[in-house]
């Protein structure tokens, strides 16, 4: 994987994950599905620039993490853990570049 394209996916990921996101996803993506499933379908819009098939397993994976995390986050912020909180944010995003990289490496090879 080449730089130019480690810093496409990060941009990629930027605007799919938070441009894209609008405050009402970001508030219900961990109460409602369907929105989480809304958030997804959006963020993978971006990618589709590396085919339908990246874009699908990107939308797939990112859904995995976000039904966990943002429930976690949720729960954490209403228990006013904000350290922990943040961390969660933290592994959130180092999970969804890992799986990026990880899709990307083993798709194109």
Not at 39 to 45: D, E, M, P, Q
Request: hydrophobic content about 60%; overall charge neutral; charged content about 10%.
């Amino acid at each position: 994987m080449s730089i130019l394209t480690f810093l496409v996916l990060i941009w990629l990921h930027f605007v799919g994950d938070f441009l894209f996101q609008t405050d009402r996803i970001a508030l219900n993506k961990s109460k409602e599905n369907s929105i989480l499933v809304y958030h997804v379908v959006l963020y993978a819009i971006p990618f589709l620039i590396f085919g339908v098939y990246f874009a699908v397993v990107t939308a797939f994976l990112h859904f995995l993490v976000d039904f966990v995390t943002s429930r976690l986050t949720s729960y954490l912020w209403k228990q006013e853990q904000i350290h922990w909180f943040f961390v969660v944010i933290g592994l959130d995003q180092a999970l969804h570049l890992t799986f990026l990289i990880l899709t990307f490496l083993f798709l194109t090879n």
